[in-house]
Every structure is written in C-alpha cells, then in structure tokens.
C-alpha cells in the first residue's frame, strides 16, 4: 500500500468519523474505523521508527490545540474540560466553544486531536486569511503546504515493518482548514502523531509476547 493512499484513507475515515459522531449517527462509527484500519492491516505489527527516537522531531513546533496536546496522558486532559466517551477510543469535550474529539492509546495516551472551532457568519477575505497564517504560523511554524484557507505540517519518516521491510510513512501531520456554510466559518483543526499509538502498542505487547515466546515447545 502506498503512502499516501494510506494518508488518505486515514484522513478521510477520521473526518467521516468526527462528522458522524456529531451528528448523532453513531451506527456509522463502526463502519468508518473499519474504513481506516484497512489502511494499516498492510503495515501489520510495526517495528520501529528509524532515526531519532520516536517523540523527538515533529511537524509542527508545537504539538497542542488549545493546550490538549499529543501524548497528554487522559488524566490530564480531563483536568481541562470533562471528556465524554463516544466509542472505543473515543472521546469528546467542548471547551472554550470549541469542539474537540480525542483518539486514545491503549494505555491512556492521546494520540489524535481533532478540533473545530465556530467563527461566526463573516465573508472570508484575504485580510483574514493573512491573519490566520500568521497565527497559524507562530505557534505551529511555517506550514509543510497550503495556502487560501487549507494548510498542512507534515513529518515523512522511514518506518521499519515487521519483517525487515523500511518504507516511508507520514507519522506526525497536522492540518488546519476554514470552512463556510449556512451556519457560518468554522475552523478545524486536526493533529495525530502514529508513533505514540505504536509506542503504547508495543508495550501492551511485550508481555504478552515474551510470555508467548518463553512457552514455545519444539
């Protein structure tokens, strides 16, 4: 599987997500995450980020939306705002007026951060288009790509699969987009970081697995 199917199969099932849970059709939960894990069964158990240890370098320079950050532990998160669980790994807050959707590791972890934010009912120009930018651009740095309203932080790292095989994966991206609609701009705003998914993962495994290996008999 090509990257950047993969990227799009996640991007595109995680948006479907968000926008079904908030519209209340949760029975439709199930299919879209099935959608997106089509997109990793071809990665199977993956090894290892090559290069610098996994946390260390990162898309953007910072790595939060409204101070829920990739790797806060739930517990600190919930010191923010009250989390409702959707589904799964799901959970849900508004704080601030903002909508927010979390995608949680098995041990806790935030791995996703999805974000929308109301702006009201404005026409959208470039005087505010320039002044998002240059928001956007203080705390999370200078974007990967993107311009008019549409921006994106991506980090390509070469990722090493179970069995040997390194391929390049897209592990960290951030996007931010200005939508218009009858009932005004919304800003959204999404970030996920794989590899602290694939961290916790790891560790769930390792007992289980030692165990695994330690009662082979040949």
């Known amino acids: 599987m090509k990257r950047l199917t993969t990227k799009g199969l996640w991007r595109l099932a995680l948006t479907a997500a968000i926008h079904d ?30 290069g610098e240890p996994t946390g260390v370098r990162s898309a953007t320079k910072a790595r939060d939306i409204g101070g829920f950050a990739l790797g806060m532990d739930i517990r600190d998160a919930k010191k923010l705002s009250p989390l409702t669980r959707i589904a799964w790994d799901d959970y849900q807050t508004k704080k601030d007026g903002i ?31 320039r002044s998002l930018e240059s928001k956007l651009t203080a705390k999370y740095g200078k974007p990967t790509e ?4 549409a921006y994106n932080w991506s980090l390509i790292e070469p990722v090493k699969r179970t069995g040997g095989e390194t391929l390049p994966f897209e592990t960290n991206w951030t996007s931010a987009n200005v939508e218009s609609g009858p009932d005004g701009v919304t800003l959204n705003i999404k970030m996920i970081d794989f590899r602290i998914m694939w961290r916790d993962d790891a560790q769930v495994n390792r007992g289980p697995r030692d165990k695994a290996s330690a009662t082979i008999k040949l």
Not at 25 to 37: G, V
């Open 21 to 50: 849970k908030r519209a209340g059709k949760l029975r439709t939960i199930a299919t879209t995450f099935a959608i997106a894990s089509i997109a990793f069964v071809e990665w199977g158990a993956i090894a290892s980020v090559q």
């Open 99 to 129: 909508d927010y959707d979390f995608g949680l590791t098995k041990l806790g972890h935030i791995y996703r951060v999805d974000s929308s934010q109301p702006l009201g009912k404005f026409a959208v120009d470039d005087v505010f288009l």
């Open 146 to 149: 993107g311009s008019a309203g």
